[in-house]
């Protein structure tokens, strides 16, 4: 009797020790086979619940260049657009050096600027103005400097200057910007009202991807002389003006633009006149962190000396 059920209990142990082995043999070919199938799986293979991947950016030169107070736009006049990469889920920025040569004057500025989601724009820049020659003849110095320092801020008010083709109306945008010179005393001399002013634009830009044509239109209101390089105000006069200021550009591929711009600027100073200033430019975009431009510029009398033209370079990198 107890031989009997000692066997039928070893019966029963073996039977269930061969279950469970083959429970574990079957658990580990299903885990193996898995982990085969994911290993052949494509890695990167997409779902349709992952989300959409971010938007590359905007279209080469489409946001324009670096102005030379520090704005987003042509070479003398900003446009509505916001400047950097960025779209409106993302936040892009730009730095710039420009130089202009003018034959008896020499500019150099250079700044930075950030775009916050395709509607804000924040922007700094310090120009450095060298009088050379002419520093001699009035009495100041050979090469004597004049620096400004500027602070703008640009907000997106209407419209998309290259996603709305279907609609006439541009985009629209207001700014300001800020200006601080360092030579108070020469500006009072030469009857000049104030060392430091703002001035106040709204800028019109519209992309016409059919005829690959920009237009933009800025009215600028401002007491500057010479872009406040000869401060603000004056002896003729020492209020805010109207001034206008147009660009044109044509887009030859997607890398090179050829265009011009007019800047009107006001006649405040007795001592001088002040003409209107012009270019005409080449931009160059090799891809959308590099543009280089190269333009002829006339920028008119400057004090002492007429017809003030020569060339203009500027090379921004971005994100």
Known sequence: MTSACHAERTHRLTALSLACASLLLLGSGVASAQDAAALDAPADEPSLQDPPPAPSGKLLLTGGVTQVEGAAGGGLAPWAVIGGQGTRDQIGGS???????????????????????????????????????????????????????????KVKLAGDAVLEQDRWMPQLAIGLQHKRNNRGALLSAIGA????????????????????????????????NQFGILGFGGDRNDSYKPQLEGSAAFLLNRHVAVGAEFRSKPNNLGIAREDNAWDAFVAWAPNKHVSLTVAYVDLGNIVIRDNQRGWYASLQVGF
Do not use: M, P, W
């Open 95 to 153: 730095a710039y050096y420009t130089r202009v040569d003018v034959g008896d004057y020499a500019l150099d500025s250079y700044g930075a600027l950030v775009g916050l989601h395709d509607r804000v724009e924040i922007s700094v820049a310090r120009q450095a103005f060298d009088t050379r020659a002419v520093g001699t003849a009035l009495g100041l110095g050979q090469g004597y400097v004049i620096r400004q320092d500027i602070v703008g801020v």
């Open 193 to 224: 009202k104030d060392d430091s002013g703002t001035d106040v634009y709204l800028s019109a830009t519209k992309l016409y991807l059919d005829q690959s044509l920009l237009l933009n239109t800025t009215l600028r209101f401002t007491k500057a």
